[in-house]
């Protein structure tokens, strides 16, 4: 049956047992096979495998998302959760006899050494020794996303979620977006032992399986789990010295900008959010009316996107309106089976709307365009290659920023890059307080809360809490997911936006070019490491030196500071 739409996709729950019983037929084929042609066969099967089960995990996890307190999708996420680490274990079972193979060479050759590469990484990140803690680990991770679900605000008359309480730190009335800060902090007070407890578990647990697995901490096992080829901690390390010494300076000036444009005697945390007096722009219209903005941008850009983004509404690929219940974030996943992505946010009505919409278009773009790779490690790129396809679109979108913003189009274009350039501190931040995190694992609670605030005074000084104590006393890394669910992944959007910023200017110059050339980036999916695409799509690796100050001064310049 040809699927309409993604309700019609029911996949059926995997069971271990006839997993197991696919997998043990897979390495008898391989083991047994007369030739490369049957090797090869047996890899494709596998692939086929591998896509059947990302398809179900996916769609589990999705269904969770969408509404938490369902029961039926937490007790189908906790049973995926139960057997990951099983299938995991088949997984590099299957990788570990590919690479041993006398055969390799032939089948290095057959599917590109970049595979064997991904899973030279993989197989050292698991062991069953750590069956029990993955499954821990998961619901601990469970336990972050639920908490935060479950936060409910009384504000001004209104009912909120977390998603939609933010959109008030953007308010012109300076009192709301005291309140709503203060609302905000105060629930995290409330809820920070179980936060700092949730974090110290995990931190532990991650720890205990580095160990169990070989390494020394936490931070070399989170390098390996993202598939850290090209790079390692050191040229991370000196990134963040690049941004501590070039943008942190920039930072501040832009600060010092945003306070004289808002006429403000000092910034507090409440106002960072805020441009300038006129209040950021806002799209003029709501979710179905951005949809129909969306097509008729797409259509402008190029038929590919257009063509693609037709299929995605019909195909009822997207979930982006905001509900009680509803997990928080954006993201993008896929179905490879049969070859969709899907795309899940949370529109508050403010101009971040526009932007995850977009971020998150480009990711499903790159995936879709390649999803006709043979191998499933080259579906998707590593992250910090993914996210070059989501804030490239971001700023590919740019001229055509009118559809959604009017008159204000120009002004979202200069907050756009500014908050650009002033996420680049904060992704350090990040970055930077979770290497003190796993490097120091028997730190308690509020060591780690010390650890964040000189964290913050070395990249976001310009950072003022006023009277709010949570944060003031080094609490506010918690409401970042990544750091609870994703270790190690932040930095990755930092190197990222220093490539779609290159795209940015190269778009001045050449626009269709450019896009052309962003396009191919995408149908190169997974294909080639990080650095390795950088350089197929003529950008500058983040890693060379003065290349960050470059891209940093030319957008700097762009707003004449
Ligand atoms: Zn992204």
């Known amino acids: 049956m040809t699927l309409q739409t993604l309700s019609d996709l029911k996949p059926e729950l995997p069971q ?11 390495q008898s084929s391989f083991a047994n096979a007369n030739d490369d042609a049957q090797r090869a066969a047996v890899v494709d099967q596998w692939n086929q495998l591998r896509k059947e089960l990302d398809t179900c995990s996916n769609l589990i996890e999705l269904r969770f998302h969408q509404d938490t307190a369902n029961k039926q999708y937490k007790e189908d996420r906790d049973y995926m959760d139960s057997i990951l680490p099983k299938l995991k274990e088949y997984a590099v079972d299957m990788m ?59 504000f001004r008359g209104e009912k909120h979620n977390m998603s939609t309480l933010n959109k008030f730190a953007e308010s012109k009335d300076r009192e709301v977006r005291r309140q709503a800060d203060e609302m905000r ?14 974090y110290d578990q ?44 070039h943008v942190v300076p920039l930072g501040e000036k832009l600060r010092e900008r945003q306070r004289e444009s808002l006429g403000l005697e000092k910034l507090h945390y409440w106002d960072l959010s805020l441009f300038d007096s006129l209040g950021n722009p806002a799209p003029q ?65 403010s101009k971040g709307d526009v932007e995850v919409f977009t971020h998150e278009v480009g ?56 908050e650009s350039l002033l996420f680049l501190p904060y992704g350090v931040a990040i970055d930077h307080f979770q290497h003190l995190v796993y490097e120091s694992p028997t730190a308690s609670p509020a060591d780690r809360h010390e650890m964040w605030q000189e964290v913050e005074q070395r990249y976001l000084p310009w950072r003022d809490y006023g009277g709010a104590v949570y944060p003031s006393k080094g609490g506010a890394w918690q409401d970042k997911r990544h750091v609870y669910l994703s270790p190690f992944y932040y930095i990755d959007y930092t190197l990222a936006l220093c490539c779609a910023m290159q795209f940015w200017l190269h778009a001045e110059e050449d626009r ?23 350089e197929s799509a003529k950008l500058i690796s983040p890693f060379a030196d003065g290349c960050l100050t470059d891209v940093v001064q030319k957008a700097a310049k762009a707003l004449g500071v």
């Open 16 to 26: 271990v047992d006839a997993v197991a019983k696919r997998y043990a037929d897979l």
């Open 185 to 198: 902090w105060d629930w995290y007070q409330a809820n920070g032992e179980e936060l700092d407890d949730i």
């Open 363 to 418: 990711h499903a773009l790159q995936c879709y365009l390649s999803n006709d790779k043979r191998v499933v490690d080259y579906l998707w790129p590593t992250y910090e290659a993914c996210e070059i396809h989501s804030m490239g679109l971001e700023f590919l979108t740019w001229p055509h920023m009118e559809m959604f913003f009017g008159d204000d189009a120009e002004r979202f274009r200069q907050v756009h890059l500014t």
């Open 202 to 245: 995990l931190v532990k647990l991650r720890h205990g399986m580095a160990q169990k697995l070989g390494f020394e901490n936490f931070v070399q096992l989170g390098y390996k789990l993202l598939h850290r080829i090209d790079y390692g901690q050191d040229e991370v390390a000196k990134y963040r010295q690049a941004v501590q010494e």
């Open 512 to 534: 269709s070019e450019t896009i052309d050339r962003y396009l191919k980036l995408c149908r190169r999916g997974g294909e080639a490491s990080f650095l390795d695409l950088v």
């Open 96 to 154: 570990r006899s590919l690479l041993n193979s006398d055969h390799r060479g032939k089948l290095e050759s057959e599917f590109g050494k970049l595979a064997f590469d991904h899973w030279e990484a993989e197989i050292t990140t698991y062991d069953p020794v750590i069956e029990q803690d993955l499954v821990q680990q998961s619901k601990l991770e469970s336990r972050y996303i639920e908490l935060q679900a479950s936060a409910e605000f009384e």
């Open 285 to 349: 219209g709501d979710h179905d009316w951005m949809l129909v903005q969306a097509q008729a941008m797409f259509d402008e850009m190029s038929s590919e996107i257009g063509d693609f983004f037709k299929l995605m509404q019909k195909a009822e690929l997207l979930d982006l309106k905001s509900r009680s219940s509803k997990a928080g974030g954006g993201f993008c996943t896929a179905f490879p089976t049969v070859g969709w992505p899907f795309i899940y946010a949370n529109f508050n009505g």
